[in-house]
C-alpha cells in the first residue's frame, strides 16, 4: 500500500491550492485534482506492491494442453523457469526472449535443485536473447547433445566454461554477439558441426589459434570486438564462406587468407590495414571485399585477378591510384572509392557490363571525368 506519507502530503497541497477561493472556482478546481491524485495513487499503489516473479506457469500448462512443439515466451518478465518444463518432452523449441532470465532462473523454487531437462530429448533449438545471462547455464548440459541452435545474443555473459562446449556437438548455429565477452574458449574447437558462429560486440581482444580447426564452420561474425591480430591457423577452415572482423583493431592480414578457396564474402572494414597482400588475389570465389576505412594507400593490380568480385568497398582510405586491372573484374556490380581525398581519377570501367553503382563522393572524381559507355551513363548510380 502507499505510505501514509505520501497520502498526506498530497492532502495537505490539495488544501492549501484551494484556500482562499470563491465557491464556483473550489468546485472547479477540486474536480481535477481530485482526479489526478486518485490516479497517482493507484499507480504508486501498483509500484509499491508486492508482485510475485513470473515464472510462465499459464504458458506452459497452455502449451501442455495443445502439445505445441514451440514454447514461446516473449516480453513477459519472466524470471523463473517452472518445474513444468521438466514433463515436456513433445518440446522441439524453446523461445523466452525479452525477459529477466538468469542462471538462478533454472533452479527449482521449492527444493534450490537445478531442473532436470534430461527428458526434453526432442528439444533442439533455444532463443534465450536479450535477457541477464552471465554465462552459459549449466542446466542446459543435460540437453545439449540434442541441441542446433543456441542463441544467446544481448545479455550479460563474461565468461563461458571451458567444459561446457565439449557437451554441445551437435551445434550448428550458436550466437553470442552483443555480450560481454573477453575472450573465446579454446575448446570451441570442439564445435565440429557448428556451421554459423557470431561473437560479434563483444570485448575480445584475440582469435584463439585452435579456430582453424573448425573446418565445418560457413559464417564467422567477429566485428565491433578489440581483435589485433588474425592467427595463420585460419586458412584451415575450409570451409567458411564469410568473414566478418569489422570495427577492430587489426593491422594486418596474414598471406594464408588466400588458401580460403570456399571464401565469398570478405569484411574487415574500420580496422588499421595499411598494405592489401597479394594472396587475396588468388581467392577466387570472392565476391564481396570492403576495406572501407582503414589506412590503405595502394591497390595493387592483383586486385583484378579476383574475377568474380561483384561488390569492392575501398572508401575512406588514403588511395591515389586504382589500377587498369580492375576493369578485369568484368562482374563487378558496385565500385566504392568514397572519401579517398587525393584519388583524382579512375581506370576506364567500360568493360564492366555488370557495373550498377559507384560511389566517388569526397574524392576529386567528377562525375564527367568518369570513363563509361553511353550504355552505362544510362544505368549506373553514380553517387558524387
Given at each position: 500500500?502507499v505510505p501514509?506519507?505520501?497520502?498526506a502530503?498530497?492532502?495537505?497541497?490539495?488544501?492549501?491550492?484551494?484556500?482562499?477561493?470563491?465557491?464556483?472556482?473550489m468546485?472547479?478546481?477540486?474536480?481535477?485534482?481530485s482526479?489526478?491524485?486518485?490516479?497517482l495513487?493507484k499507480?504508486l499503489?501498483?509500484?509499491?506492491?508486492d508482485?510475485?516473479?513470473?515464472d510462465?506457469?499459464h504458458?506452459i500448462t497452455?502449451?501442455?494442453r495443445?502439445?505445441k512443439?514451440?514454447?514461446r515466451?516473449r516480453?513477459k518478465?519472466l524470471?523463473?523457469?517452472s518445474?513444468l518444463i521438466?514433463t515436456m518432452?513433445?518440446?522441439?523449441?524453446?523461445?523466452f526472449?525479452?525477459?529477466?532470465?538468469?542462471s538462478?532462473s533454472f533452479?527449482?523454487q521449492?527444493?534450490?535443485?537445478?531442473?532436470?531437462?534430461s527428458?526434453l530429448?526432442?528439444?533442439?533449438n533455444?532463443?534465450m536473447?536479450?535477457?541477464?545471462?552471465?554465462d552459459?547455464p549449466?542446466?542446459?548440459i543435460s540437453?545439449?547433445?540434442n541441441?542446433?541452435r543456441?542463441?544467446?545474443?544481448?545479455?550479460?555473459?563474461?565468461y563461458?566454461?571451458e567444459q561446457?562446449?565439449l557437451?554441445?556437438?551437435?551445434l550448428?548455429?550458436?550466437?553470442l554477439k552483443?555480450?560481454?565477452?573477453?575472450?573465446?574458449?579454446?575448446s570451441i574447437?570442439?564445435?565440429?558441426n557448428l556451421?554459423?558462429?557470431?561473437i560479434?560486440n563483444n570485448?575480445?581482444?584475440?582469435?584463439?589459434?585452435l579456430?582453424g580447426?573448425?573446418?565445418?564452420l560457413?559464417q564467422?561474425?567477429?566485428?565491433?570486438?578489440?581483435?589485433?591480430h588474425?592467427p595463420?591457423?585460419i586458412?584451415?577452415?575450409?570451409?567458411l564462406?564469410?568473414l566478418?572482423?569489422?570495427?577492430?583493431k587489426i593491422?594486418?592480414?596474414?598471406?594464408?587468407?588466400?588458401?580460403?578457396?570456399?571464401?565469398s564474402s570478405?569484411?574487415?572494414s574500420?580496422?588499421?590495414?595499411e598494405v592489401i597482400?597479394?594472396?587475396?588475389?588468388e581467392?577466387?570465389?570472392?565476391?564481396?571485399?570492403d576495406?572501407?576505412?582503414n589506412?590503405?594507400?595502394e591497390?595493387?593490380?592483383f586486385?583484378g585477378n579476383?574475377?568474380?568480385l561483384?561488390t569492392?568497398?575501398l572508401?575512406?582510405?588514403m588511395i591515389t591510384?586504382?589500377?587498369e586491372?580492375?576493369?578485369?573484374?568484368s562482374?563487378i556490380k558496385?565500385?566504392?572509392?568514397?572519401?579517398n581525398?587525393?584519388?583524382?581519377?579512375l581506370?576506364?570501367?567500360k568493360q564492366?557490363?555488370h557495373?550498377?553503382?559507384?560511389?566517388?563522393?569526397?574524392t576529386?572524381?567528377?562525375y564527367?571525368?568518369?570513363l563509361?559507355s553511353?550504355?552505362?551513363r544510362g544505368?549506373i548510380?553514380?553517387?558524387y
Open positions: 500500500m501514509t506519507g505520501i497520502k502530503v498530497a492532502l495537505a497541497l490539495i488544501v492549501y491550492t484551494i484556500k482562499g477561493l470563491s465557491w464556483a472556482n468546485v472547479l478546481v477540486l474536480v481535477l485534482p482526479l489526478f491524485v486518485y490516479l495513487f499507480y499503489e501498483y509500484v509499491f506492491r508482485r510475485p516473479l513470473y510462465g506457469t504458458d497452455s502449451n501442455l495443445y502439445n512443439p514451440t514454447l515466451i516480453g518478465q524470471a523463473l523457469i518445474p521438466e518432452d513433445h518440446l522441439r523449441t524453446i523461445v526472449t525479452d525477459n529477466i532470465l538468469s538462478n533452479n527449482n521449492k527444493t534450490g535443485e537445478v531442473l532436470d531437462l527428458q530429448q526432442n528439444l533442439a533455444i532463443d536473447s536479450h535477457n541477464v545471462f552471465v552459459i549449466v542446466s542446459l540437453v545439449a547433445p541441441i542446433t543456441l542463441i544467446l545474443h544481448t545479455n550479460q555473459i563474461r563461458i566454461d561446457i562446449f557437451h554441445f556437438y551437435n550448428n548455429t550458436l550466437s552483443n555480450n560481454r565477452l573477453t575472450k573465446i574458449p579454446t574447437n570442439m564445435l565440429q556451421r554459423v558462429l557470431d560479434s570485448m575480445i581482444s584475440s582469435i584463439p589459434s579456430i580447426k573448425m573446418n565445418s560457413y564467422l561474425n567477429l566485428s565491433k570486438n578489440y581483435i589485433t588474425i595463420e591457423s586458412s584451415g577452415m575450409q570451409n564462406a564469410r566478418y572482423l569489422d570495427r577492430n593491422q594486418t592480414i596474414p598471406c594464408q587468407m588466400g588458401l580460403l578457396d570456399s571464401i570478405f569484411t574487415i574500420h580496422n588499421k590495414i597482400p597479394e594472396q587475396l588475389g581467392l577466387v570465389n570472392l565476391r564481396t571485399l576495406l572501407s576505412f589506412k590503405i594507400v591497390v595493387p593490380p586486385i579476383i574475377r568474380s561483384s569492392l568497398k572508401g575512406g582510405n591510384f586504382i589500377p586491372s580492375i576493369a578485369d573484374c562482374d558496385e565500385l566504392h572509392v568514397q572519401y581525398l587525393l584519388l583524382v581519377a581506370p576506364s570501367l564492366c557490363k557495373l550498377k553503382r559507384i560511389n566517388i563522393k569526397g576529386g572524381i567528377s564527367g571525368g568518369l563509361l553511353d550504355f552505362q544505368r548510380h553514380v553517387e
